[in-house]
């Protein structure tokens, strides 16, 4: 499969590439499955409206977080010649921002407590976003372990850190601490984090900081964080809209059915973005490389994306009614529109990795900027229709973004919606008849284990050996994959 992803890479890239996308994948992968398993528990646990009360702070989170980054961050991995002014420059302006926008969010809680009609919430905000200060600390050695392509370094910190949170969060749960057991594990989450990412990093902030190193960032980062932080408050951006006009426990529904959709798509953006960033930045000059690069990333994601998500869809009600029974029921239409949406979010944000490695800031702030006002005309028209209808707008909305970014990058690779649908499409039709066979097996049964079992088994089943039946290369690459690792 690596083989495949880097077939036009010299032999140094390709090991590069093997080995971080493995230890890229092995991190998602263990953090989504420490955060299900959390999930399975505490939601059994912790009253829905709990959960809304932190699912009504995400927008807050998310773009507090993107602002203290500055997009310094990814201005980092990009540059090659860097100097340790330069990291402690970064570090000190991220360390002094977090301390001002924790200052903001504590004496603006009783606003936010106003706004969403929920009191609790302003002593809720002034602890969890203490998280804020310890993310700042740990973001240059975080940027320096990726630039080293050291994931194997950062899987061991995450999955340590989250193990911690999570059991702790548990403990708090069951003697009965409510909220505070779901803030303790976003905040110990961040403390340990950043502490193991000191531990395990030799790098220390040295170097006085530097006006002139901070300005030669802002060209190419002022763009990128304008894009990041309306990117970022467009994904978020909904389970605070449902607080402002809907019961948290509304709320709740909405926010743990994303959150859950998210697990195997955000596992697949993430692996494959890791490693693109270290790929298309090597290869960012050549513009017939990195086509053919980009391609073999899609058809990569799109071979795993389309059963996944059309098989999530299927079995949705049995599981929620198997793990966390009636309580969660009403979140599975939330999480089945949701998936729709979820399956082609890894497309774009490949296509995004793709414009900052060759540097085109403009036309990343330009898709954000016009992604965010077709966003804002798609909530003021549906979501007056209710929280169905704001879902749906989510589905409409990726598939103009996904437009939108594949007509750009015909543009600036000449890689154009033709090759897109060429590369997608396959596995598209593939993944629906599959799923359609699981149904028509399924159809009678009423036992939730043997409907999910056996959509898992047929679906999978049927999908690989049409794959195979049509000998489509994506298969054929890991299968040669495995033989060559096996020898």
Not at 72 to 98: M, P, Q, W
Request: aromatic share 14%; glycine share 4%; charged share 15%.
């Amino acid at each position: 499969m690596l083989h495949y992803i880097t077939g036009m890479a010299d032999s140094a890239l390709k090991k590069k590439t093997t080995v971080s996308l493995f230890w890229s994948f092995l991190d998602k992968f263990g953090q989504q499955i420490l955060n299900f398993a959390s999930m399975l528990i505490l939601m059994n646990i912790v009253a829905t409206e709990d959960y809304g009360l932190i699912g009504s702070l995400a927008v807050f989170v998310a773009f507090s977080s993107i602002l203290i980054d500055s997009g310094f961050g990814r201005a980092l991995l990009n540059r090659k010649n860097l100097h340790e002014s330069d990291y402690c420059t970064v570090f000190y302006f991220n360390i002094s921002l977090s301390f001002v926008l924790y200052t903001l969010f504590f004496l603006s809680a009783p606003i936010l407590g106003n706004i969403f009609n929920a009191p609790a919430i302003t002593s809720v905000v002034r602890v969890l976003f203490l998280s804020l200060i310890f993310n700042a600390f740990g973001l240059i050695h975080q940027t320096i372990l990726t630039k080293k392509a050291d994931f194997k370094g950062l899987t061991k910190v995450n999955t340590l850190a989250l193990f911690i949170s999570d059991v702790t969060a548990i403990v708090m749960a069951i003697a009965g601490y409510g909220v505070w057991a779901l803030v303790a594990q976003t905040l110990l989450y961040a403390f340990f984090r950043t502490v193991f990412l000191w531990l395990y990093s030799s790098w220390r902030p040295v170097a006085p900081f530097s006006r002139k190193s901070l300005k030669t960032f802002f060209a190419f980062s002022n763009k990128l964080l304008s894009a990041s932080v309306i990117s970022t408050t467009v994904n978020n951006i909904y389970p605070s809209l449902i607080a402002a006009f809907y019961p948290m426990n509304q709320v709740a529904y909405f926010n743990q059915a994303k959150k859950y959709q998210d697990i195997p798509f955000l596992t697949l953006t993430n692996t494959f973005r890791s490693v693109a960033m270290l790929i298309l930045s090597e290869i960012n000059e050549q513009q017939e490389r990195l086509k053919r690069v980009v391609s073999k990333i899609i058809k990569s994601i799109a071979f795993l994306s389309f059963p996944i998500g059309f098989a999530m869809i299927v079995i949705a009600e049995p599981t929620f009614h198997l793990f966390f029974k009636e309580k969660w029921l009403s979140a599975v239409p939330y999480f089945q529109i949701l998936t729709f949406a979820g399956m082609l979010s890894p497309f774009i944000y490949i296509f995004q990795e793709l414009f900052i490695a060759r540097e085109n800031a403009k036309f990343f702030l330009g898709i954000e900027v016009v992604k965010g006002v077709i966003l804002i005309l798609l909530i003021l028209f549906l979501f007056p229709h209710g929280i169905t209808a704001l879902a749906v707008s989510w589905i409409i909305y990726t598939i103009i973004s996904l437009l939108i970014s594949v007509v750009l990058t015909g543009k600036l690779i000449r890689y154009t919606l033709f090759h897109l649908m060429k590369d997608i499409v396959p596995y598209l039709l593939l993944a629906i008849i599959s799923v359609a066979l699981s149904l028509f097996f399924t159809l009678k049964i009423e036992n939730d284990i043997l409907i999910i079992l056996l959509t898992l088994a047929v679906t999978g089943t049927s999908y690989l050996s049409l794959c195979r039946l049509l000998k489509l290369e994506m298969l054929k690459e890991i299968e040669n994959w495995l033989k060559k690792r096996k020898k």
